[in-house]
């Protein structure tokens, strides 16, 4: 089993930006993926990005694209979500997620490991 831990949320205006990680710990050599996900008030839990662990290749939500960027470091077990141009819809729970699955995959049920996630409020 991975444990993962977020940290970096917290209150920030509208246009501001915000750092997101999340450090793994456990078996994390079964991780092929690494993912963020976030969940809204009364919405249900969508997909942001994710990041192979092996060779670095990221994908993200139409969403987000452009103004979040997924990175690693592996040698801390740690994975970052910056995002920049923050809008008040971008309000929510962020979790980490990991996932064995060798293929880019956005499907929550493909993810057995999850943080307890952390909150990210954009006040306009």
């Known amino acids: 089993q991975v444990q993962l831990v977020e940290s970096g949320g917290g209150l920030v205006q509208v246009g501001g930006s915000l750092t997101l990680s999340c450090t793994a710990s456990?078996?994390?050599?079964?991780?092929?993926?690494m993912g963020w996900f976030r969940q809204a008030p009364g919405k249900e839990r969508e997909f942001v990005a994710a990041i192979s662990w092996s060779d670095g290749k990221t994908y993200y939500a139409d969403s987000v694209k452009g103004p979040f960027t997924i990175s690693k470091d592996n040698a801390k077990n740690r994975v970052y979500l910056q995002m920049n141009s923050l809008k008040a819809e971008d309000t929510a729970v962020y979790y980490c997620a990991a996932s064995r699955s060798r293929f880019q995959t956005r499907d929550q049920t493909d993810f057995g490991s999850w943080g307890q996630g952390t909150q990210v409020t954009v006040s306009s």
């Open positions: 456990g078996r994390t050599v079964s991780t092929k993926i």
